[in-house]
């Protein structure tokens, strides 16, 4: 069953879907009104993929491309987002067509999950998600003391 909601352009939750024959996946209902205008996906850390709204990717690819071009790290981590990113559209049903790319980057397969992160979405394949998952809650208490120390 799907939990979470939308509000003022914030995306959270966690929704699972299946990925069709085709690479199409359904995203979630309550998100569809935001991306009307088109997504951009990418490659994202952790072996997932992340997408956009439109806006929030021009954001994003701004401070991208502000980064130093003369430091390695910089020019390496532009490349990993900017080069594997596509601008998509849902179709009729609400549907996006992932590139067959960006579903072997993420080990894509049937099951999908896609996560609401207030200004993006990733998309991940369930057996990764549920590992990933499982090892952030067994951690829980050591990554919240760390991040006490930042005031959050």
């Not at 790290?73 to 790319?101: C, I, T």
């Amino acid at each position: 069953m799907p939990r979470g909601f939308i509000y003022n352009s914030m995306f959270i939750g966690e929704y699972q879907h299946t990925l069709d024959d085709k690479g199409r996946v359904a995203v979630p209902a309550k998100f569809r009104s935001e991306l009307k205008n088109g997504l951009v996906v990418t490659q994202g850390l952790d072996k997932c993929l992340v997408a956009y709204t439109a806006e929030e990717w021009g954001k994003v690819a701004l401070k991208l491309a502000a980064m130093p071009v003369v430091k390695s790290d910089s020019r390496a981590f532009a490349r990993f987002m900017l080069a594997k990113a596509m601008d998509l559209e849902l179709d009729g049903q609400g549907r996006v067509m992932l590139p067959d790319y960006l579903r072997r980057y993420a080990n894509l397969k049937k099951e999908v999950v896609i996560t609401g992160l207030y200004t993006r979405l990733e998309i991940w394949d369930k057996g990764s998600w549920e590992k990933y998952s499982a090892n952030v809650s067994k951690n829980s208490a050591e990554v919240a003391e760390k991040l006490g120390e930042l005031g959050i």
